[in-house]
């Protein structure tokens, strides 16, 4: 009989890491919950049988609703995960799963929410999983007009979540993803015109390989002056300077950022769907 149990054992988690960095851009998400400094919004549990430990899943509680991270493809495990989650009462969740777009397989991993009937599921959105593939990252000269560039401190949190809540609430690929944690990296840098914010990059959420960058968003009315790509390579060359692959996503309808990555040097990996249950 399969047992569910929260990780309180470090040495454990370590393990477990080096079990999914085996297939770790698809464990990707999995990854940054486990790691600093997304552990400590998102909470590790370990699946066991017999005592023997078997796989695990997190809960992160970053965003406007808790969020289940399944391990890649073990389907033998779901229906024990689904099981523990219906007990934890709660009213909405969200559930994010790759399409496996480079799976040779004839039959794809079906996705965790087919057939969890304690919730109607609906599509919020998908993203395009993008890494850094080329081996130097083109550094372009910065426009004369650009706004101050420089890099965010945690004190800068405030400021940050207020920007957030002003430009981009009604984009449901941003919202309630940007957390102040994410300013421990070091790795987010913001534009400034006149000691406003008027654009941000940063990253979502490091892993032992790979740094995932996330909520980089220029204001309307300063688009189309280079600023977006002058932070998001800021942000990258920090990420490199670490021996780790800078990785990002991107909406599936966001064409014009995806021209951007694509032209720094990113590439699509995988395709990640974004689903909400209600009960």
Do not use: C
Not at 74 to 95: P, Q
């Amino acid at each position: 009989m399969y047992k569910v149990e929260e990780f309180v054992d470090n040495r454990e988690v370590a393990l477990f890491i080096g079990t999914l960095i085996q297939d770790s851009f698809r464990n990707l998400l999995l990854l940054g919950d486990l790691s600093a400094p997304m552990n400590k919004v998102s909470r590790a549990f370990k699946v066991t049988h017999g005592g023997e430990f078997q796989t695990g899943f997190t809960i992160f509680d970053g965003a406007d609703v808790p969020v289940i991270v399944f391990p890649h493809g073990m389907t033998e495990y779901w229906l024990t995960i689904r099981n523990y989650v219906d007990t934890l009462g709660y009213d909405e969740i969200m559930v994010i799963y790759p399409s496996e777009l480079e799976d040779d397989s004839s039959i794809p991993t079906p996705p965790p929410w087919l057939g969890w009937n304690s919730y109607n599921w609906e599509l919020d959105f998908i993203d395009d999983a993008m890494r850094f593939t080329k081996e130097e990252l083109e550094i372009r000269p910065l426009p004369e007009d650009l706004p101050e560039i420089k890099a965010a401190k945690l004190s800068d949190a405030e400021r940050i979540s207020e920007f957030f809540r002003k430009e981009v609430t009604e984009d449901p690929a941003f919202g309630h993803w940007f957390i102040p944690e994410q300013l421990e990296s070091e790795m987010s840098v913001i534009a400034e015109d006149s000691g406003e914010i008027v654009a941000f990059a940063g990253t979502h959420f490091e892993t032992p390989y790979t740094v995932q960058i996330g909520n980089v968003y220029v204001k309307p009315e300063y688009r189309g002056r280079g600023i977006g790509r002058a932070v998001t390579t800021a942000v990258t060359l920090g990420i490199i300077r670490t021996k780790r692959v800078p990785t990002l996503f991107v909406n599936e309808s966001n064409e014009i950022a995806r021209k951007l990555y694509e032209s720094m040097g990113f590439e699509i990996y995988n395709r990640f769907s974004f689903y909400r249950g209600k009960r």
